[in-house]
């Protein structure tokens, strides 16, 4: 799969490929100490899913890792990508948008379970007592592309030329060309009061229908509230790849939401929406349903940056 680079020439980490049936996502924090083998982890990672994914072509292995803004200056020193800065948590009336730690995020997809599973336990070993593990989550493909409220997620998602506009840094930080940045958040689902609601109140809530995943327009939806657009009328995008996770046993249900951006204030400004409303709207009525309990911002590296990780000269 060919890939247009924003002016870059930069080769992106897989960020860009395609949905899979299965993900794991896994948050570490380094420990002091773990630098060198945080950076010696990530400068193997693309060899290390090569080797895993080559017996099983079908299996669609990729992972692409992030680093928080507080690990970056202990991993690789300056320069640091310029719109890198913790997550900044959001109080609002009813709704809170929390900051949690992660120094690294590793998002595995594939389309089989064994093989996200062989790939982090490596990631794991490779890191040893380096890294503690802040929230590892394993998701899953539901029905048609479903969350576990039962609507269709990430229809007017970007594809093509379009989503590496979208989410691939190009000439506005010219160090970090063909990077990205990630806001990840887990969602857990309070499904009780959801399927308390009529049909028609989900699909108000949701703004579009149920069945057929046509768009409603209905003010102030999960949709509405997600629109944003900038001061030409142009629609700012992000590039979504959430997913559904679950315990059924421990009445867990929830979605692990993921946002790449070239610029982490598109997604900020939809989380501002969300959790604070606007003078248009309130709060995204979907958190009525729907608590975040963590939120972390991770830039992204080239694959080109993570080949020389290892040579990153720091005093860490």
């Known amino acids: 799969m060919s890939t247009q680079l924003p002016s870059s020439g930069a ?19 380094v420990e002091p100490g773990g630098e060198r083998a ?17 017996p099983y072509p079908d299996g669609r292995l990729s992972c692409v890792a992030g680093v928080g803004a507080r690990a ?34 590793f998002h595995v997809r594939a389309t089989r379970p064994d093989l996200c599973f062989a790939l982090t336990a490596e990631i794991m070993d490779r890191l040893g007592g380096a890294a503690t593990v ?12 479903r969350n576990l409220l039962g609507f269709v997620d990430g229809t007017e998602n970007p594809v093509g030329d379009v989503a590496a506009d979208t989410a691939l840094v190009g000439d506005e930080d010219p160090d970090f060309r063909g990077g990205s940045y990630a806001i990840v958040q887990k969602y857990l689902h309070d499904l009780d009061s959801w399927h308390k609601l009529p049909v028609e109140a989900q699909e108000r809530v949701i703004g579009r229908t149920k069945q057929t995943n046509l768009e409603l327009d209905q003010d102030g939806s999960h949709v509405d509230v997600n629109t944003l657009v900038d001061a030409a009328g142009d629609e700012q995008r992000i590039l979504r790849a959430a997913m559904p996770f679950g315990r059924p046993g421990h009445g867990e249900f929830g979605t ?4 790449y951006a070239r610029d982490p204030e598109v997604p900020e ?14 709060h995204d009525p979907i958190l009525d349903h729907s608590r975040a309990v963590t939120g972390t911002l ?5 694959a080109d940056f993570l080949k020389t990780a290892d040579e990153a000269d720091t005093t860490a």
């Open 11 to 29: 080769l992106p980490q897989p960020l860009l490929g395609p949905p899979t049936p299965v993900a794991l996502f896994l948050v570490l924090s």
């Open 38 to 54: 945080a950076r010696r982890t990530l400068a193997e990672l693309a060899g290390l899913a090569r080797s895993f994914a080559f």
């Open 72 to 105: 970056w200056d202990r991993l690789f020193g300056a320069p640091r990508p310029a719109a890198l800065h913790p997550f900044r948590e959001l109080a609002g009336p009813r709704h809170r948008a929390v900051s949690t730690p992660g120094d690294l995020l």
């Open 134 to 145: 802040e929230d590892e989550v394993q998701t899953f493909e539901y029905f048609e592309s």
């Open 256 to 259: 692990y939401f993921i946002a």
């Open 269 to 282: 400004t939809m989380l501002r929406k969300m959790f604070l409303g606007s003078e248009s709207t309130a």
């Open 298 to 302: 991770f830039f992204i590296p080239s």
